[in-house]
Nanobody, 117 residues
Framework: QVQLVESGGGLVQAGGSLRLSCAAS????????MGWFRQAPGKEREFVAS????????RYEDSVKGRFTISRDNAKNMVFLQMNSLKREDTAVYYC??????????WGQGTQVTVSS
């Protein structure tokens, strides 16, 4: 089982930056694809960004391209989401996800990001 703990959320003004972190318990972290999802009030959880195991191929949801950057540190079992030029519509609970083919996905408890105008 993989335990994921997010941190780094908070309140920020529009145009500001935040860096989310996700610490994973599993020492096979490097074999998992890692991702960030978010869920705004009254909306479904949506994909934000992902980074593959191995070569670290990244993908982004269109609205965050050029503003958010996902990265990982396999030596520390951590994944990060650098969020710049934040907008009010980025307000949501952000969840870390670990996914590996043939295994169940794992989720963190979420961290709140609130962007004020």
């Amino acid at each position: 089982q993989v335990q994921l703990v997010e941190s780094g959320g908070g309140l920020v003004q529009a145009g500001g930056s935040l860096r989310l972190s996700c610490a994973a318990s599993k020492n096979t972290f490097s074999t998992y694809n890692m991702g960030w999802f978010r869920q705004a009030p009254g909306k479904e959880r949506e994909f934000v960004a992902s980074i593959s195991w191995g070569v670290g191929f990244t993908r982004y949801e269109d609205s965050v391209k050029g503003r958010f950057t996902i990265s990982r540190d396999n030596a520390k079992n951590m994944v990060f989401l650098q969020m710049n030029s934040l907008k009010r519509e980025d307000t949501a609970v952000y969840y870390c996800n670990a996914d590996r083919s043939g295994y169940q996905p794992y989720w963190g408890q979420g961290t709140q990001v609130t962007v004020s105008s």
